[in-house]
């Protein structure tokens, strides 16, 4: 049985380039998982992304972001492809 794919997002008002928050649940045949605070980036002139969230750390002296979670390659896809589609809906519909 496929894991179906639910979402909430949320525009946000907050600091470019960041234009939305999304909690995703996933719905397995036996229980659900939910993902919250999945963002959503765009920069002007260029395509919005998304990202699962992560955890700003610093380690050597520099930035860098380390994942809450792990998903399939395939998962991931899907999970960030809904939250983009769902995101294009929203600012479409504005």
Do not use: H
């Not at 980036?41 to 992560?54: M, Q, T």
Request: proline letters at 11%; a positive charge; hydrophobic letters at 45%.
């Amino acid at each position: 049985m496929p894991i179906e794919i639910k979402l909430e997002l949320a525009l946000v008002n907050a600091t470019p380039p960041l234009r939305a928050l999304a909690d995703v649940t996933l719905c397995f045949p036996d229980g659900v998982v939910t993902i919250r605070r999945c963002a959503v980036f765009e920069k002007p002139g260029a395509p919005p992304w998304a990202s699962l969230p992560r955890l700003p750390i610093e380690k050597y002296g520099k930035r860098i972001f380390a994942p809450f979670i792990d998903l399939s390659r395939n998962l991931k896809q899907r999970v960030l492809g809904a939250v983009l589609d769902e995101y294009r809906r929203k600012i479409d519909a504005q």
